[in-house]
C-alpha cells in the first residue's frame, strides 16, 4: 500500500531568466588547517586539509584544492631523434626495457619520502636502446610545504637538446613573482628569472592560492616551466592557506558536491547501488547502446528479474580508498567468466577468471582483490549465454559477507522519454527484500539548471515480492532534461532518476545534417542495430553519425528509415612499423620509426591481425608505378563492391605526414577516388584531413592538398578533425579553414565534414587524473556515478552547444560535425538510453536553428562573450549569447549581466525553454547559451540593438588596445572596436590624457611622445603604464615591448650601428665570447633589406645534409610581418610570418637561404609565391670565414618579404637566432635577439623586438 501527499510547484510558464550564479563561490566557514602535509601511503597523496598534490604512476602529479585543478605537472626530455618526449601516460617498466618511450623503473615511499625514478629513450629508431635516467624525489618540509628534487641524468658523454618541467595552470588568474614581475596566463609577455624568486599563484578562488620557490624558471603559455640543471633541481611548493575538513574524508578521497554540484548517495556494506537488479536499467551497461538486447529473466535469487544474457556488462562507477576488496555474486548455469576490475583514472586494470559449475541452482562465488589507490572502481562481467547472475555486492575486505540491499528501491516504470506539450506521468515500482517495509519519502524534481519545479511527499507500507507502483502526475512541463530525487530519510539510501520533454523532430529539418554523435570506422561491419536506439537520434535531432564502419544492407536501410546519415567508410588505414610487420610478415626487415598506409579488410575490426591487412603502402613494395596503381585499384574496387553504396568514402584520415608529404601521395588519391567512382560514378569521396583545424596544421595542410590535387583530380568534402583543448579557439580555426577553402578555384563554397572532434566528458576528477576536456584515453574511464546532474556534464551540454554554433554559421557548406558523444560515454546512461544532458542540445539547435534563411553574423558585443545572429525560416533574428570567461565556465564567477535596447524579445534558454527576463532588455551571459528571439522582419532593429548591447563585467576592456613606432620617439596607439557600437571614454598615458569616442568595429589612433627615444645600436625594451576609462570601469595595464631603430642604408656598412646578441639560449648558456658570440647589423632602402652577422666561433661545424641543416652552425631570421603576434597576444606562427635559415656550406664558401616558412600566398606574391621548403635561390647571401669565426650577410628582396613595406615608419617583427653546434650531435647552444632572456626565436612571433624603418 501506498499514499501520496504535496503540492505541485511552479510549472515553468514564462519563468524567470536563470540566475547565472557560480556554483563554486561559497564563502569558507572551515577553520584554517595548521598541521603539516601527510603523506597517504597507498594513494601517492600529500594531503594538507583542502588542499593536496596527488601523483600518478607517470611522475606527473596534480594540485588541488576542495576538488578543483590547480596545477598539472609533467617533464618533457628532447633528443636528437625525438624533440618532444613528455612522462604523460609513462607505464613502468616490466621485463627489459625496450627503449620505446620515456617509463618508470621504480617507485619507492621511505616514511614521507616519495621518490621515482625512470628512464627516457636516446637511441635512433630501430638501434640499439640507449637510456637517460630521470628522477623525482619529493619530502614535507613544515607546513603545508613540500620539497622537490628533480634531475634529468643523459647517457655518458651526451647532452639534452632541451628539457623542462611544466606546471600547468588551471583556475589560476595571476602569477605574481615580486620583483621579477606579474603575468596573467595566457598573456604575450612572459617572464624569465634565474634568481631565487617566490611565485604565489592566484587562485579565481582566493582560497586555491599557492606558492612556488625555485631559481631557474619562467612563464609560457598558461604554464609555469621549471628548469632542470645537472645535478638535479630542487624546488618547493608550497600550499599557502588550507581548511580544516568540515565531513569526513570522502571514498576515493573526492567530495563531489565540493567540486562539480553532484550528489552520490551513501552506500551501506555493498558499494553497488541496484544490486538485485530491481531497476532493469539503473546503473547497468551492456557495453553498446546501438545494439543493446534484452539481457535480464525472470528466473532470479531475489527480486524479479536476474542477468540472464552473455556480453560485456559494466556496473556503476564507485569511489573507493585504496585496499582490499571483495567482489561476489549468485550464479546459475555453466562456463568460464570473467570479472574486469578497472580504475577510472590511474590506468589500473585486472582480469579474473571465474568457473561457474552450478547449473540446477544459485551458487555463490567470490573474487578478492587489491585496489592500488584512491580512485573509483569499475566493475565489469565477460560471460557467455548460458549463466544467469543476481545478487552482485562489492565490499571492502578478503571475503564476501552477507549479501545487502537498500531496504527499498524505487524503480522506473515505462519511458521516460516525453514529448512536448503533453501531460507527464511518472510511474516507479517499489522494491523491498524485506518482509515489511513501512516509512515515508519524497520525491522532488528539478530542471536542468537546478530549479525544483515539483515536489511531493508519499508513504509506503509492503513487502518482499510485492511491487506498488507510485503516480506523479507534474502536468505540462517545459522541454528539458529533469532529475528526479528520492528521499527516504534514514531507512535507505537517496535515489536519483531522469527523464526528459522536448519535441520529437523527424530529420527533416536542414540542419539535421550538421549533428553528428560519433565515429565509430574502426569496428568493422555492423550486422544489427537497436531500432530504439535510432528511433531516440531522430527525435532529438541527429541527422548523421560520423566516420562509420561498413554496414549490411539491412542496418543500411534501419539508418535510413529514421533519417540518420552514416557518413562515411573508408578502406585505407595507417600504423606503426611494427603494426605493417605483423600484417604483412613477408616483407622482412620494416624501418622502424614510420608510418605506413595500407588497403585493409574493411569487415575486421581496427585491433584485427589475421586477415586484415590486403596491400602494403607502396614505399615498402618498390615505390609508386603503373602495376602498383593497377594492384591498389582493384583492391579499392573490391573493397567497394562488399556492401552497398554508401554516402561518402574517406580515405588518408589522420594519416601522417610522411605519407601525405610523399610526392605521389596526390596520384595515390586519386587512384582511390577513381576506384570508387569506377563502382559508383556519383559517389562522394573526399581526403579526409588532418588530427586538427589548426591554422598552421589541419587548415595549413588541406590548403597544401588542395593545391597540390589542382587539375588533377578533386575533393567533395573538404575536411579536419576539430579537437582542440580551449573552444575558444574553435571559431578562428573554424573561419581559417572555411577562408583557406575560397582561395581554391572551384572550392568556394564546397561542403566542409568534421567527421571527429569535441570529446567533453561527463565527469572530470583530477584527483584521479582524468579531464574534461581530451581525446588520449586521459578521459572518464567509467560507467555512471550518480543520476544526479553535475556541473561537469551541465557544461558539456553548453559545450557541444557552443562548438554546433559554430558550425551553423556555415550551415549551407557544413555536413557532419562529429560531437564524439557517443564516444565519451556522455549520450545515455543505461540501455534504456536514459538521458545525459547532451541529448536535449541538438534538439534544441534543430528546433530553433532547424531551417534558417540566413547566418546575418557575428555581432560580439563584448570581450570574453559570443553573439551569432542568424535569420530564421520565419524572418525573425534569432541571437545566440553566450560568455566565454575560463573562471565563468569553472564556476568560481558569476555569470555578468547584459543590458540592450529592444523591447519585447523573446528569451529562450539552452532547453529551449521561454523565459522571461527581470526587466525586458537585461539577461545573464552564462557559459549556456541564451536564444534572444527579434520579431518577424526586423532584423536591422535586432542586429544594432544586441550588438550594441552593454555587458557589466568591470574586469575588461570592452576594446582592444594597441601600438605601434611611429618614430625613434613618438608611438601610435590604436584603440580597436570589435563591437557593433560606438565606445566612449579616457585614456591616460605618459602623463597626458586623451579623449576617447571609439566608432563601432572602427578604431581611434593616438600619437604619443616618448621621454626617451629608442636606438639603433641596441635593443630597447620599453614599459608604458596607462589606464583607460571605458563603460564605467577603470582598467590598469602596461605596454611592455622591445624595439629597435633601423637606419636606411646607403651601401657603406660602417654608417649602420652594431647591435650585439647577448641573449644566450639552449641547453648550454655558460660559454665564453671566445667560444661563441655575434653582432648584427640590419638596413634597409626601397628595394631590399640588409642584413650582416659577424659571429665569433671557436669551431666551424654547417653540416652538409641536403635540406634544412637547422642542427647546425645555422643563422634564422624571422619576421612577422604585420606584428600580429604582438597585436593579437598569439603566441605560434600565423598566416603573415616568415622564418628563412642562412646555412654554410660545407667547404664555407657559400651561404644557402633556406626558406621554411612564408605567409599566405594572398599577401605575397599569389600564385607566384615561392614554395617552402626549399632553397630560396632568389635571396643574394654571402658566407665568409675569418679568423675568429665566420661573417653572414643577405640582402631580401621586397618581393620576398612581402607584404612588409619598405617605407620610412613600417613596423614588422624581427628575429633573429645564431646556432653553435661545436663538436656535439647538435646546436647545444645559441644566441638571439627574443625579448625573453633563455629564449629562441622558432614559433614564437610574439618574442620578437618589434623594429621601425628609420631614415
Keep these: 500500500m501506498f499514499a501520496i501527499l504535496g503540492s505541485l510547484c511552479n510549472l515553468f510558464a514564462q519563468a524567470p531568466l536563470p540566475s547565472g550564479k557560480a556554483p563554486f563561490q561559497a564563502e569558507r566557514k572551515q577553520t584554517v588547517h595548521e598541521g603539516i602535509c601527510k603523506f597517504e601511503k597507498a594513494d601517492l597523496t600529500y594531503a594538507c586539509g583542502s588542499k593536496k598534490i596527488v601523483f600518478h604512476e607517470d611522475g606527473t602529479f596534480n594540485i588541488i584544492s576542495d576538488g578543483r585543478l590547480l596545477g598539472s605537472f609533467y617533464f618533457f626530455i628532447a633528443t636528437p631523434y625525438a624533440y618532444w618526449q613528455t612522462n604523460e601516460k609513462a607505464k613502468k617498466i616490466v621485463g627489459e626495457y625496450e627503449g620505446k618511450k620515456i617509463q618508470v623503473s621504480k617507485i619507492e615511499t621511505n616514511g614521507e619520502t616519495l621518490t621515482m625514478e625512470g628512464v627516457a629513450p636516446y637511441q635512433k629508431p630501430g638501434e640499439t636502446v640507449l637510456a637517460g635516467t630521470w628522477k623525482i624525489e619529493v619530502r614535507p618540509e613544515g607546513k603545508g610545504r613540500l620539497a622537490f628534487h628533480a634531475e634529468f641524468t643523459p647517457p655518458e658523454g651526451l647532452k639534452a637538446k632541451d628539457s623542462g618541467m611544466f606546471i600547468g595552470l588551471k583556475n589560476i588568474k595571476a602569477v605574481d613573482a615580486g620583483t ?81 554540484a553532484l550528489i552520490l548517495p551513501d552506500r551501506g556494506r555493498n558499494l553497488l547501488p541496484n544490486p538485485y537488479f530491481a531497476d532493469r536499467n539503473q546503473f547497468f551497461s551492456s557495453h553498446r547502446y546501438d545494439n543493446a538486447a534484452e539481457c535480464f529473466s525472470t528466473d532470479s535469487k531475489f527480486g524479479r528479474y536476474s542477468l540472464a544474457k552473455g556480453g560485456w556488462h559494466r556496473f556503476a562507477t564507485v569511489p573507493a580508498d585504496p585496499g582490499k576488496y571483495t567482489f561476489s555474486f549468485y550464479a546459475k548455469g555453466k562456463g568460464d567468466l570473467n570479472y574486469v576490475v578497472r580504475s577510472v583514472g590511474s590506468g589500473y586494470e585486472k582480469m579474473h577468471d571465474k568457473y561457474i559449475n552450478s547449473p540446477e541452482k544459485w551458487t555463490r562465488y567470490e573474487i578478492p582483490f587489491d585496489f592500488p589507490r584512491a580512485s573509483a572502481i569499475v566493475s565489469e562481467l565477460r560471460m557467455p549465454d548460458g549463466i544467469s547472475i543476481d545478487g552482485i555486492q562489492l565490499e571492502k575486505g578478503e571475503k564476501a559477507t552477507e549479501f545487502e540491499a537498500p531496504r527499498v528501491e524505487a524503480c522506473a516504470a515505462g519511458d521516460f522519454f516525453f514529448e512536448s506539450g503533453k501531460n507527464i506521468e511518472l510511474f516507479f515500482e517499489l522494491s523491498t527484500l524485506e518482509k515489511n517495509a513501512v516509512g515515508h519519502g519524497e520525491t522532488s524534481i528539478y530542471n536542468f539548471f537546478g530549479e525544483e519545479v515539483f515536489k511531493k511527499e508519499f508513504s509506503y507500507d509492503f513487502g518482499a515480492g510485492q511491487y506498488p507502483k507510485i503516480r506523479f502526475a507534474p502536468g505540462n512541463l517545459a522541454d528539458g532534461i529533469y532529475v528526479v530525487k528520492f528521499n527516504y530519510g534514514k531507512d535507505a539510501p537517496e535515489q536519483f532518476f531522469r527523464f526528459s520533454v522536448m519535441p520529437f523532430l523527424e530529420n527533416k529539418h536542414k540542419t539535421a545534417r550538421v549533428f553528428a554523435l560519433s565515429y565509430r570506422g574502426h569496428l568493422g561491419t555492423a550486422k544489427n542495430v537497436s531500432e530504439k536506439y535510432l528511433a531516440r537520434l531522430k527525435a532529438i535531432g541527429i541527422g548523421i553519425d560520423g566516420h562509420a564502419s561498413q554496414m549490411t544492407a539491412e542496418v543500411l536501410a534501419k539508418y535510413g528509415k529514421y533519417g540518420v546519415i552514416p557518413f562515411d567508410v573508408g578502406f585505407a588505414g595507417r600504423t606503426s612499423s611494427e603494426g605493417i610487420q605483423k600484417l604483412f610478415p613477408e616483407l622482412g626487415n620494416i624501418p622502424a620509426g614510420h608510418t605506413w598506409f595500407l588497403v585493409r579488410n574493411s569487415e575486421l575490426p581496427s585491433w584485427s591481425v589475421k586477415n586484415y591487412g590486403i596491400l602494403p603502402d607502396y614505399r615498402l613494395v618498390g615505390g609508386w608505378n603503373d602495376a602498383y596503381r593497377r594492384k591498389f585499384m582493384e583492391e579499392i574496387v573490391k573493397q567497394v563492391r562488399k556492401y552497398p553504396k554508401r554516402f561518402a568514402y574517406k580515405f588518408g584520415s589522420e594519416w601522417a605526414s610522411e605519407i601525405k608529404n610523399d610526392p605521389h601521395y596526390p596520384d595515390l588519391y ?38 597540390r590535387i589542382q587539375d588533377k583530380t578533386k575533393t567533395d568534402f573538404a575536411s579536419a578533425h576539430t579537437y582542440v583543448k580551449d573552444i575558444r579557439q574553435l571559431y578562428p580555426n573554424f573561419r581559417a579553414f572555411a577562408d583557406m577553402t575560397k582561395k581554391h578555384p572551384g572550392y568556394e563554397n564546397c561542403r566542409m565534414a568534421f567527421p571527429e572532434g569535441m570529446h567533453f566528458y561527463p565527469y572530470a576528477v583530477p584527483a584521479w587524473n582524468t579531464e574534461f576536456v581530451c581525446w588520449m584515453g586521459e578521459g572518464w574511464r567509467g560507467t555512471v556515478l550518480s543520476y544526479d546532474l553535475g556541473w561537469t556534464e551541465k557544461l558539456s551540454a553548453a559545450y557541444y552547444a557552443r562548438c554546433w554554433l559554430v558550425f551553423l554559421t556555415e550551415f549551407e557548406r557544413v555536413w557532419c560535425a562529429t560531437s564524439s558523444a557517443g564516444n565519451t560515454n556522455n549520450f545515455a546512461m543505461d540501455p534504456a538510453l536514459t538521458p545525459r544532458a547532451f541529448q536535449k542540445i541538438p534538439n534544441t539547435l534543430g528546433v530553433l536553428l532547424g531551417n534558417p534563411k540566413r547566418f546575418i553574423g557575428d555581432y560580439t558585443f563584448a570581450p570574453d562573450t559570443k553573439c551569432f545572429v542568424w535569420e530564421d525560416e520565419k524572418g525573425r533574428p534569432i541571437a545566440a549569447v553566450w560568455n566565454e570567461d575560463a573562471a565563468v565556465d569553472a564556476g568560481l564567477k558569476d555569470a555578468p549581466m547584459a543590458r540592450m535596447n529592444y523591447a519585447g524579445a523573446e528569451y529562450i534558454d539552452l532547453m529551449g525553454v521561454r523565459r522571461k527576463p527581470k526587466n525586458d532588455g537585461e539577461f545573464p551571459v552564462s557559459p549556456f547559451p541564451l536564444f534572444i528571439r527579434g520579431k518577424a522582419d526586423d532584423s536591422t532593429a535586432f542586429v544594432k540593438a544586441v550588438s550594441t548591447a552593454i555587458l557589466n563585467d568591470a574586469d575588461k576592456l570592452p576594446c582592444r588596445v594597441s601600438f605601434e613606432l611611429v618614430n625613434p620617439d613618438e608611438i601610435k596607439l590604436t584603440l580597436t572596436n570589435p563591437l557593433a557600437r560606438a565606445l566612449s571614454g579616457s585614456i591616460s598615458i605618459l602623463e597626458k590624457k586623451y579623449v576617447l569616442a571609439i566608432p563601432k568595429l572602427g578604431e581611434q589612433s593616438i600619437r604619443v611622445k616618448l621621454a626617451k627615444g629608442i636606438q639603433a645600436d641596441k635593443l630597447t625594451k620599453l614599459k608604458i603604464p596607462y589606464e583607460c576609462t571605458m563603460d564605467g570601469r577603470i582598467v590598469k595595464s602596461e605596454f611592455s615591448f622591445t624595439c629597435l631603430s633601423v637606419k636606411k642604408f646607403e651601401g657603406d656598412w660602417s654608417r649602420i650601428p652594431v647591435v650585439k646578441m647577448t641573449n644566450r639560449c639552449g641547453k648550454d648558456k655558460s660559454f665564453s665570447e671566445a667560444d661563441f658570440s655575434a653582432a648584427y647589423q640590419l638596413a634597409w632602402d626601397a628595394k631590399k633589406l640588409y642584413l650582416r652577422v659577424s659571429v665569433t666561433d671557436d669551431v666551424f661545424a654547417p653540416g652538409s645534409a641536403p635540406g634544412y641543416r637547422w642542427n647546425n652552425d645555422v643563422l634564422q631570421v624571422y619576421f612577422d610581418t604585420r606584428c600580429s603576434a604582438i597585436k593579437t597576444g598569439r603566441k605560434s606562427y600565423d598566416d603573415d610570418d616568415y622564418e628563412y635559415g642562412l646555412m654554410p656550406t660545407a667547404d664555407g664558401t657559400r651561404c644557402e637561404v633556406w626558406r621554411a616558412i612564408s605567409p599566405d600566398i594572398q599577401l605575397t606574391l599569389g600564385i607566384a609565391a615561392p614554395k617552402n621548403g626549399v632553397i630560396a635561390s632568389e635571396i643574394p647571401a654571402k658566407f665568409t670565414r675569418t679568423k675568429t669565426g665566420y661573417v653572414y650577410e643577405a640582402e631580401f628582396p621586397a618581393d620576398y618579404l612581402l607584404p612588409i613595406k619598405l617605407v620610412k615608419g613600417y613596423n614588422f617583427a624581427f628575429g633573429l637566432y645564431a646556432a653553435d653546434r661545436d663538436n656535439g650531435n647538435g646546436a647545444e647552444k645559441g644566441l638571439s635577439i627574443a625579448a625573453e632572456e633563455g629564449s629562441g626565436c622558432y614559433n614564437r612571433p610574439h618574442l620578437w623586438p618589434v623594429a621601425v624603418l628609420t631614415e
Excluded at 634568481?195 to 612556488?212: H, Q, R, S, Y
Excluded at 563502382?679 to 588542395?706: Q, R, S, T, W
Design 180 to 260: 621579477a614581475g606579474r603575468w596573467t596566463p595566457g598573456s604575450k609577455e612572459n617572464i624569465r628569472n634565474f634568481k631565487p624568486t617566490t611565485i604565489t599563484l592566484e587562485g579565481v578562488n582566493p582560497d586555491d592560492t599557492f606558492m612556488v620557490e625555485i631559481d631557474s624558471w619562467s612563464t609560457q603559455g598558461n604554464s609555469l616551466r621549471l628548469n632542470f640543471k645537472p645535478g638535479g633541481r630542487k624546488f618547493t611548493i608550497d600550499l599557502g592557506r588550507c581548511f580544516e575538513r568540515t565531513t569526513v574524508k570522502a571514498p576515493g578521497g573526492v567530495d563531489f558536491l565540493k567540486s562539480d
Design 670 to 707: 586519386a587512384a582511390y577516388r577513381e576506384a570508387v567512382k569506377n563502382v559508383y560514378p556519383d559517389a562522394l569521396v573526399y581526403e579526409a584531413g588532418d588530427c586538427n583545424m589548426d591554422i598552421h596544421g589541419g587548415v595549413a595542410e588541406y590548403d597544401k592538398f588542395l593545391t
